[in-house]
């Protein structure tokens, strides 16, 4: 059984681009840890360790900037990928970057889908690249739920059980995931569509994703229903239904 979702630190000092970065890893599958200069990264490997990647801007005021980090990083841990990111291509500071097989380097502005590639690609060969494999191989839910606490609660319980969660905050996120997401999904689990609304989104994966079986959360007798507060083992008929789908997707 797999362990975790590899985990990624990102580092950047501007708020924007560090919540715009931690959201694409999010939703595809990733734990992304956020810090907001050096210091705030060095203490969070202090107390959690170090990531299996780290993203990190090159330029962080006030403190150290993103070489240093991963240079004071590498003394834990000769072995860190370090993806770095950064508006000035030209900066001296880099000219040993592009020397170090360790490393890797993306121009800002970053596009969501270039960012992923080049994190699904350095990871490749690493431990957490082969727990990440081993989660996909058991199966790949789409999690669209609205409310963040149900959503968190429900991501928690299909990782502690071994699947791979793409995880989307509305269903724009869930048709970029399904129209852009490289591998198989298996299965899209979320809210029901609203009492009288036309056109159901869910509709649009019968295009792009045809195979994928579809399971609405629901709070009604028939249906699966969650309640954030219940031990997980009192809602047995959410993981039948997970599993069932999961083998007819799978067959």
Request: net charge negative.
């Amino acid at each position: 059984m797999p362990e975790r979702a590899p985990r990624i630190l990102v580092v950047d000092d501007e708020p924007a681009v560090r919540n715009l970065m931690a959201d694409v890893l999010r939703m595809n599958g990733y734990h992304a840890v956020t810090a907001k200069h050096g210091v705030e990264a060095l203490e969070i490997c202090d107390r959690d360790g170090l990531p299996d990647l780290l993203v990190t801007d090159v330029m962080m005021p006030p403190y150290f900037d993103g070489v240093e980090l991963v240079r004071r990083l590498r003394a834990r841990n000769p072995d860190l990928k370090a993806l770095y990111v950064s508006a000035y291509a030209g900066d001296p500071r880099l000219a040993e970057v592009f020397q170090d097989d360790l490393s890797d380097f993306l121009p800002k502005p970053l596009g969501p889908i270039v960012l992923l590639q080049r994190v699904e690609s350095m990871l490749d060969g690493t431990r957490g690249a082969l727990e990440r494999d081993s989660f996909r191989q058991r199966g790949t839910i789409l999690l669209c739920v609205a409310d963040v606490h149900r959503r968190q609660w429900v991501r928690e319980c299909l990782t502690g059980s071994g699947f791979w969660v793409l995880d989307a905050a509305h269903p724009a996120e869930a048709q970029f995931l399904g129209r852009w997401h490289e591998g198989v999904i298996h299965l899209l689990l979320s809210d029901p569509p609203k009492p009288g609304q036309d056109g159901q989104w869910h509709r649009y994966f019968s295009e792009h994703r045809p195979a994928m079986d579809v399971l609405f959360v629901e709070e009604c007798q028939e249906s699966v229903s969650l309640i954030p507060d219940a031990p997980r083992d009192t809602i047995p008929e959410l993981w039948e239904n997970v599993r069932q789908s999961l083998v007819r997707a799978l067959v």
